[in-house]
């Protein structure tokens, strides 16, 4: 059995509700005039009558249309955040060594030894702000009464009073705030820096710089290119961006690398033993003799894997096939021409 598709936020937008309620009371409205006109009552009404449907049939019929043109936009975005599923539920159970590795976009360097090597840890700021508020009210009053009378003939007493009252009140508030901050470096999420050394390919000494991100940092790059995805479809406002977004901790957890802890002790130890080289470490060029390291093998095979570059064409790859998959689904083309009008779409 068909699973029915909720509608999501912006389906729900693209809904006339108003439009079709109107439209048929409009409509109902010129329908009770005409059978009261061709009843005989009187010709009156066929002109009220035809008034109202001239109103009432193209409002309804913008409403149906948009419901339809809804619906159609919903159903193909709801499937569509169905193959998102099946598609980063595969790509979140892949090994996790399948980001890693080296490619043709990087560069390596071979049998390096290393000449400076620094770690940098990421640094956790958390504070409180304590305040105290003191508030002191105080009011002062003054009331005068003047009376004065006389008796009259008739035994009766008319007298006249006079009050007057002033009111002062002061109000002093003293906030008392105290400010307390820690910075904690976080011992797990140390970044990589050193200097390589090595004999190039015309036989003269040259060296390297290597980088590394921390395993936060790189959390965070690839949590804010998924999030950027997920909101290019839409975000919390279509099925497609929820797809998306509710993989990221998945995604996250299951690449994030591992090794740069372990990979910058082990080039810290080779810095103290100038007769130990690296077997081969591979990378990204960032600038002149520069390179962000993806990839280190130490003497011995042990390899480190330090930064996931092949993930964003992984995850690429699985938003294309997903797209392509929804293109040549019915509604497609109703989904097209909304997005061409600048709303989000599958």
């Known amino acids: 059995m068909k699973r029915k598709a909720p509608y999501s936020q912006h389906a729900q937008t693209m809904l006339r509700t108003t439009h079709v309620l ?17 009843g005989g009552s009187s010709a009156g009404w066929l002109v009220p009558a035809v008034i109202l449907a001239a109103i009432g049939v193209p409002v309804l019929l913008t409403g149906l249309n948009a419901r339809r043109r809804a619906m159609a936009f919903n159903e193909t975005d709801f499937t569509y955040s169905r193959r ?10 892949r090994p996790h060594e399948s980001a890693f590795g080296t490619d043709s976009s990087c560069v390596s360097v071979h049998a390096a030894s290393v000449v400076e090597l620094e770690r940098h840890f990421d640094q956790e700021t958390s504070g409180a702000i304590v305040g105290g508020l003191e508030h002191a009210m105080k009011m002062f009053a003054r009331s005068t009464s003047v009376g004065a009378g006389h008796l009259a003939g008739s035994g009766n007493m008319i007298a006249g009073n006079a009050a007057t009252m002033r009111g002062f009140i002061n109000g002093v508030s003293n906030a008392h705030l105290t400010m307390s901050s820690t910075t904690r470096s976080n011992l797990l999420g140390d970044a990589l820096f050193s200097v390589l050394e090595f004999t190039g390919r015309d036989g003269h000494s040259d060296t390297m710089r290597l980088v590394s991100m921390s395993g936060p940092a790189a959390t965070q790059w690839m949590g804010d290119l998924i999030q950027c995805v997920s909101q290019s479809l839409g975000g919390p406002a ?44 591979s990378g990204q060029l960032v600038g002149r003799n520069a390179m962000l390291a993806t990839e280190i093998q130490f003497s011995g095979g042990t390899v480190t894997r330090l930064f996931p570059h092949k993930f964003p064409t992984m995850f690429g790859d699985c938003i294309g096939r997903a797209t392509r998959t929804a293109l040549e689904l019915p509604g497609a083309a109703v989904a097209a021409a909304v997005n061409a009008g600048g709303t989000p779409h599958p």
Do not use: C
Not at 248 to 277: C, F, S, W
């Open 22 to 38: 109107w439209g048929a009371i409009l409509d109902a409205l010129a329908l009770f005039f005409l059978v009261l006109g061709l």
């Open 238 to 281: 279509t099925h497609a961006g929820q797809a998306v977004a509710q993989w990221i901790q998945p995604l996250v957890g299951n690449y994030t690398p591992r090794d740069i802890a372990y990979t910058t002790d082990r080039l810290k130890a080779m810095e103290r033993h100038q007769d130990m080289t690296l077997q081969v470490a």
């Open 84 to 93: 998102i599923d099946e598609e980063l539920s595969a790509l979140s159970i």
